[in-house]
C-alpha cells in the first residue's frame, strides 16, 4: 500500500509539471490558474487509482476504523460530529487556540511569511472530527483571524479556501483510519506544496497585484517553495509525535477510540 502511494506521488508530481510545462509553452491564457486546476483534478483521479477501490465499496475493518474515506458510513459519521454539543465546544476550543498560536508566528526566514503552529491544532481537530469538521476549522479560523487580528491586507477569501483545504487534507487522512507517521507526512507534503507553495503564491499574486508569470514563479521558487520544503519533515515529525502524546488523553476522556490510538504507530 505505502509502495503504491509513493509510486502515485511520484507519477502526480511528474504529470503536474508536465502538464504546468505544456501549459506554459503554448502560452494559453491563464495558464497558471489552468495549470492548478488541473493539478487538482490530477491529485482526485490519483487517489481513487492508487488505493484500488470503487466509491461504493464498504471499506472499513469495523464500525471506528476504515480503511478508506470512500464510503458512506464515513462521511455519516464525520457529518453527525457536528451534531453533539461537546463536539462543538472541543473544536471551538481547538480553533481558539489556533488563534492564539498565531499571535506567537515565528520568522521563517523566507521574506514575511511566518511560521507558526497552528496546524498541530487543525490536525488535532480534524484527526478528532474528521473532514467536514476540518473544513468548518479551516474556515472560522481563517476568518476570525482577519477580524481579530488584521495586517492591513484586505480580506481575500482565497486564504479561507486554502485553510479549509488543509482542514479537509488532514481530516481524510487522519479520522477514523490507521495513521502512521507516513500519512502524516502525506499529509503535510499536500499542504505545503500543493496549498501553501503553489496556491498560496497564486493568492498572494492576486493580493500583491502581480502583473506577469514571472513574477509568481520568483515568488513561487524563491521564497514559497523553499520555506515549505525547509519545515516539511521537522512540521511533520513534531505533527505525529504530538499526536502519539495525545491519544492516551483523549482515550481517557472520552475523544478517542482505544482501537484508533493503538492504531496509531510510527510505520
Same mark, same amino acid.
Given at each position: 500500500? $505505502?509502495?503504491?502511494?509513493?509510486?502515485?506521488?511520484? /507519477?502526480?508530481i511528474l504529470g503536474y509539471f508536465l502538464l504546468f510545462t505544456i501549459l506554459y509553452l503554448t502560452k494559453i491564457n491563464y495558464y497558471?490558474?489552468?495549470?492548478?486546476?488541473?493539478?487538482?483534478?490530477?491529485?482526485?483521479?490519483?487517489?481513487?487509482?492508487?488505493? %484500488?477501490?470503487?466509491?461504493?465499496?464498504?471499506?472499513?475493518? &469495523?464500525?471506528?476504523?476504515? %480503511?478508506?474515506?470512500?464510503? %458512506?458510513?464515513?462521511?455519516? =459519521?464525520? /457529518?453527525?460530529?457536528? %451534531? $453533539?454539543?461537546?463536539?462543538?465546544?472541543m473544536i471551538s476550543a481547538l480553533i481558539a487556540l489556533m488563534l492564539l498560536s498565531k499571535l506567537i508566528t515565528l520568522p521563517s526566514?523566507?521574506?514575511?511569511?511566518?511560521?507558526?503552529?497552528?496546524?498541530?491544532?487543525?490536525?488535532?481537530?480534524?484527526?478528532?472530527?474528521?473532514?467536514? @469538521?476540518? !473544513?468548518?476549522?479551516?474556515?472560522?479560523?481563517?476568518?476570525?483571524?482577519?477580524?481579530?487580528?488584521?495586517?492591513?491586507?484586505?480580506?481575500?477569501?482565497?486564504?479561507?479556501?486554502?485553510?479549509?483545504? @488543509?482542514?479537509?487534507?488532514?481530516?481524510?487522512?487522519?479520522? =477514523?483510519?490507521? !495513521?502512521?507517521? /507516513?500519512?502524516? /507526512?502525506?499529509?503535510?507534503?499536500?499542504?505545503?506544496?500543493?496549498?501553501?507553495?503553489?496556491?498560496?503564491?497564486?493568492?498572494?499574486?492576486?493580493? @500583491? &497585484?502581480?502583473?506577469?508569470?514571472?513574477?509568481?514563479?520568483?515568488?513561487?521558487?524563491?521564497?514559497? !517553495?523553499?520555506?515549505?520544503?525547509?519545515?516539511?519533515?521537522?512540521?511533520?515529525?513534531?505533527?505525529?509525535?504530538?499526536?502519539?502524546?495525545?491519544?492516551?488523553?483523549?482515550?481517557?476522556? &472520552?475523544?478517542?477510540?482505544?482501537?484508533?490510538?493503538?492504531?496509531? =504507530?510510527?510505520?
Amino acid at each position: 500500500m $505505502k509502495n503504491r502511494i509513493l509510486i502515485s506521488l511520484i /507519477f502526480f508530481i511528474l504529470g503536474y509539471f508536465l502538464l504546468f510545462t505544456i501549459l506554459y509553452l503554448t502560452k494559453i491564457n491563464y495558464y497558471y490558474l489552468w495549470s492548478l486546476i488541473g493539478g487538482f483534478s490530477l491529485l482526485i483521479i490519483t487517489i481513487p487509482i492508487t488505493l %484500488k477501490i470503487k466509491i461504493n465499496d464498504i471499506n472499513y475493518d &469495523n464500525s471506528e476504523v476504515f %480503511k478508506t474515506c470512500f464510503h %458512506k458510513s464515513y462521511w455519516l =459519521k464525520s /457529518f453527525n460530529e457536528l %451534531k $453533539k454539543i461537546k463536539n462543538l465546544v472541543m473544536i471551538s476550543a481547538l480553533i481558539a487556540l489556533m488563534l492564539l498560536s498565531k499571535l506567537i508566528t515565528l520568522p521563517s526566514g523566507f521574506g514575511l511569511l511566518g511560521l507558526s503552529f497552528s496546524y498541530i491544532f487543525l490536525g488535532l481537530g480534524a484527526l478528532l472530527y474528521g473532514p467536514i @469538521a476540518g !473544513l468548518l476549522m479551516g474556515f472560522l479560523s481563517d476568518n476570525l483571524e482577519f477580524v481579530l487580528f488584521p495586517t492591513g491586507f484586505p480580506y481575500f477569501i482565497g486564504y479561507s479556501i486554502s485553510s479549509m483545504l @488543509a482542514g479537509f487534507i488532514c481530516g481524510i487522512l487522519f479520522y =477514523k483510519t490507521k !495513521l502512521s507517521f /507516513f500519512k502524516v /507526512f502525506i499529509s503535510r507534503f499536500l499542504i505545503n506544496i500543493l496549498i501553501n507553495a503553489i496556491l498560496g503564491t497564486f493568492w498572494y499574486g492576486i493580493v @500583491a &497585484n502581480y502583473t506577469n508569470f514571472n513574477m509568481y514563479l520568483d515568488h513561487f521558487l524563491i521564497i514559497a !517553495l523553499p520555506k515549505n520544503l525547509v519545515y516539511l519533515i521537522p512540521q511533520s515529525i513534531l505533527l505525529f509525535l504530538i499526536i502519539k502524546a495525545l491519544s492516551r488523553v483523549f482515550v481517557s476522556i &472520552n475523544l478517542m477510540n482505544l482501537e484508533i490510538k493503538e492504531n496509531i =504507530k510510527l510505520f
